[in-house]
């Protein structure tokens, strides 16, 4: 069965920090690129940031560029998302999902939710 499990959403005041997990099973997470989305009360989904399999490459939405960053380590099958300096509009439910060669994203987990409020 395949699965991917997030973690470490919390309640933090504005400027403060999270660090979500991501880990998988069942699946080769070594070989996808690995996405973090997110979705905000009453939004659509917004993509947030990926790597790539091996790690070398990262991707950001302009609006986290500087305040998150992503990491993975393929010996655990988990991927992370440091995110610093949060804002009360970073308040989502945070998906990890692996996305395939062909674009696809073919397993998504359940979100961990991130409360920035005062």
């Known amino acids: 069965e395949v699965q991917l499990v997030e973690s470490g959403g919390d309640m933090v005041q504005p400027g403060g920090s999270v660090r979500l997990s991501c880990v998988g099973s069942?699946?080769?997470?070594?070989?996808?690129?690995m996405n973090w989305v997110r979705q905000a009360p009453g939004k659509g989904p917004e993509w947030v940031s990926a790597?790539?399999?091996?790690?070398?490459?990262?991707y950001y939405t302009d609006s986290v560029k500087g305040r998150y960053t992503i990491g993975r380590d393929n010996a655990k099958n988990t991927v992370y998302l440091q995110m610093d300096s949060l804002t009360p509009e970073d308040k989502a439910l945070y998906y990890c999902?692996?996305?395939?060669?062909?674009?696809?994203?073919?397993?998504w987990g359940q979100g961990t939710q991130v409360t920035v409020s005062s």
């Open positions: 069942g699946f080769t997470l070594s070989t996808y690129d």
């Open positions: 790597i790539a399999p091996g790690g070398g490459s990262t």
């Open positions: 999902a692996g996305e395939t060669a062909a674009g696809e994203y073919a397993y």
